[in-house]
């Protein structure tokens, strides 16, 4: 693995998920406060030396950026704006994986538990997963029942009524589908996710000059953290990446018409978008040797003890044949 960042001394030496509680839930509330004081007083970061950051959004001025090989194809791409829409900052951590380029055993995956709610590194962990993110919407009351159209490895789960906009469909091994759910999904793919496509197509980002009451309390009711996805006009490249949001001195989140402006800047096709569970639930973690750490900040408990947030099912990225440990399936 290969790691480049142009955070300062100060705050690299914050270890990726030391703001997460362990189980003790020691050292957060510390953690956390000193990444705000270190991320507030470090002058404008620049890419790291072969940045895969988009040219548009190099030119925002960024508190930190960093990137990270996972595999032969995957990259992990963290970039934390001052301000990145004219509102306060914005935290984005990205997954991009390039399908021309990754070495067989690549594969996402979708792992759940049935009969309880767990958090998405614990069913990452379990199947040595690369890289997760968290999965769709389900029912508060019932972990066992989606609201939208779900699918995992051949087995359709039981639904609300009514459906999802969008769907990430996929067989083990192959470039997902990412665009408006349709029936036949679920006959052509073993794996069928669901959840809101990202409306605003064609909409101009609203004006941020505006600074009336009026006007920032309706930008600000837009925005929420965001866990999302989308495939690039090529279809050869697959992102998956969450905002923060509901932190103002650490990030604002995003609106679905900031969201998908950020998708574009990838080069990421407009029909190909979804978005999935936000919230508190919105949570990006990778692996580093036998532990997943999470590297966004979840908005559940923070700022004073941000909190993993049980979920039904994890979105993950495999590596089955340099890891003989991943096993796709077992949950």
């Given at each position: 693995m290969s790691e480049t960042s142009s955070l300062t001394a100060a705050t690299r030496s914050i270890r990726p998920g030391s703001c997460i509680p362990n189980r003790s839930g020691k050292r957060t509330a510390a953690a956390l406060a000193a990444l705000l004081v270190f991320a507030s007083a470090v002058p404008a970061a620049q890419p790291p030396?072969?940045?895969?950051?988009?040219a548009p959004l190099k030119e925002k001025t960024l508190k930190a950026?960093?990137?990270?090989?996972l595999a032969p194809g995957v990259i992990y791409v963290s970039a934390h704006f001052a301000n990145l829409f004219g509102d306060g900052p914005v935290a984005t951590y990205w997954l991009v994986i390039d399908w021309d380029r990754c070495a067989k055993g690549i594969s996402l995956n979708i792992?759940?538990?049935?009969?309880?709610?767990?958090?998405?590194?614990?069913?990452?962990?379990?199947?040595?997963?690369?890289?997760c993110v968290n999965g769709t919407y389900h029912s508060?009351?019932?972990p066992s029942t989606p609201y939208f159209?779900?699918?995992?490895?051949?087995?359709?789960?039981p639904s609300k009524p009514g459906g999802g906009d969008s769907s990430l469909a996929f067989n083990a091994g192959e470039m997902p589908f990412i665009g408006k759910f349709s029936k036949e999904l679920l006959g052509k793919y073993d794996n069928v996710i669901s959840g809101d496509g990202v409306p605003g197509r064609g909409q101009p980002l609203p004006d941020y000059s505006d600074k009336s009451a009026d006007a920032c309390k309706k930008r600000a009711a837009c925005r929420a953290p965001r866990t999302f996805a989308g495939n690039d006009l090529t279809n050869r490249t697959t992102i998956i990446g969450v905002?923060?949001?509901?932190?103002?001195?650490?990030?604002?989140?995003?609106?679905?018409?900031?969201?998908?402006?950020?998708?574009?800047?990838?080069?990421?096709?407009?029909?190909a978008l979804i978005s999935l569970d936000g919230g508190g639930s919105t949570v990006l973690a990778y692996r580093r040797g036998n532990r997943m750490e999470i590297q966004n900040i979840p908005s559940d408990g923070a700022p004073v003890k941000p909190t993993e947030r049980r979920v039904a099912e994890s979105i993950q990225i495999i590596d089955a044949k340099s890891d003989p440990g991943a096993t796709i399936g077992k949950r």
């Open positions: 030396p072969g940045s895969i950051l988009p950026c960093s990137q990270r090989t792992a759940r538990n049935p009969s309880r709610r767990e958090r998405p590194t614990e069913l990452a962990k379990a199947v040595h997963a690369l890289a508060t009351t019932d159209q779900l699918k995992v490895r051949g087995e359709l789960i905002a923060d949001g509901r932190q103002p001195k650490h990030s604002i989140g995003v609106s679905y018409v900031e969201l998908r402006h950020l998708l574009e800047c990838w080069g990421c096709d407009p029909g």
